[in-house]
C-alpha cells in the first residue's frame, strides 16, 4: 500500500511525489509492551529528488495513542506527531555527499521504494516512555493501591521510600 513507483522521479529531478495516506494501524508491539492507536495514522509528505540517483522522503505523521498513567495507571490519550526523512537511493556506494551518513539509506528497488518500514519504525521511536496523566499525579498507594488524586486512604505510609523518611525527621525536630 505505501509502495511508490519512482522511475519518473529518477528521470526527472523536477518532479516530486505527494504521500498523503490514511493508515488503519490499531496496535503495534513495542518491546514487550502493545501500545493501541486512537486514530488512523495521517500521513503527509513528500518524495523528492536529492540527486546522484538518490531521493528522500519527508513526512509528518500523527496519531493518537493510548499509554497507561506511569504513576495511577489511568489510560491517557497522548497526541503523537513524528517527523521522518529518510534517504533512499539506487547504488548507494555511489553518494558521495557527507550528508548521506546521517541517514541509513534504502535501496531503491526495481524503481520502487516502500515506505512501509520507515514510517512504522519512526511513529514507534516517536512513543513517548512513560507519560503522567496530569504533572503532579499523586499516583497509587503502595499499600492498598487507592488512587491518591481521588484522596488519602488509612495506610501508614511507611514503606521505607527515602522521600517519606525525611519527612518524618523534619516533623520529629
Ligand atoms: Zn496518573
Ligand atoms: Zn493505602
Given amino acids: 500500500m505505501l509502495i511508490f513507483q519512482v522511475r519518473n ?65 489511568k489510560p491517557v490519550q497522548v497526541p503523537l506527531c513524528v517527523t521522518i526523512q529518510q534517504r533512499f537511493a539506487k547504488d548507494q556506494a555511489s553518494s558521495t555527499d557527507p550528508l548521506d551518513q546521517d541517514f541509513d539509506v534504502l535501496p531503491i528497488e526495481n524503481d520502487r521504494i516502500d515506505l512501509e518500514e520507515t514510517i512504522l519504525h519512526e511513529v514507534q521511536l516517536g512513543i513517548p516512555m512513560k507519560v503522567l496523566c496530569k504533572e503532579d499525579c499523586k499516583g497509587l498507594c503502595p499499600i492498598c493501591g487507592q488512587d491518591l488524586n481521588e484522596g488519602q486512604c488509612d495506610c501508614e505510609t511507611d514503606s521505607g521510600d527515602p522521600r517519606w523518611e525525611a519527612l518524618k525527621g523534619l516533623f520529629s525536630e
Avoid at 522521479?9 to 514487550?32: F, K, M, Q, Y
Avoid at 501500545?35 to 513528500?46: A, D, K, N, T
Fill in 9 to 73: 522521479l529518477l528521470l526527472d529531478p523536477s518532479l516530486h511525489i505527494p504521500v498523503e495516506a490514511t493508515w488503519e494501524i490499531d496496535r503495534v508491539h513495542t518491546g514487550e509492551e502493545e501500545v493501541h492507536f486512537l486514530e488512523p495514522w495521517h500521513i503527509q509528505g513528500e518524495i523528492v529528488n536529492v540527486g546522484g540517483d538518490a531521493l528522500e522522503f519527508s513526512a509528518q505523521v500523527t496519531t493518537s495513542v493510548q499509554m497507561a498513567c506511569a504513576r495511577c495507571t
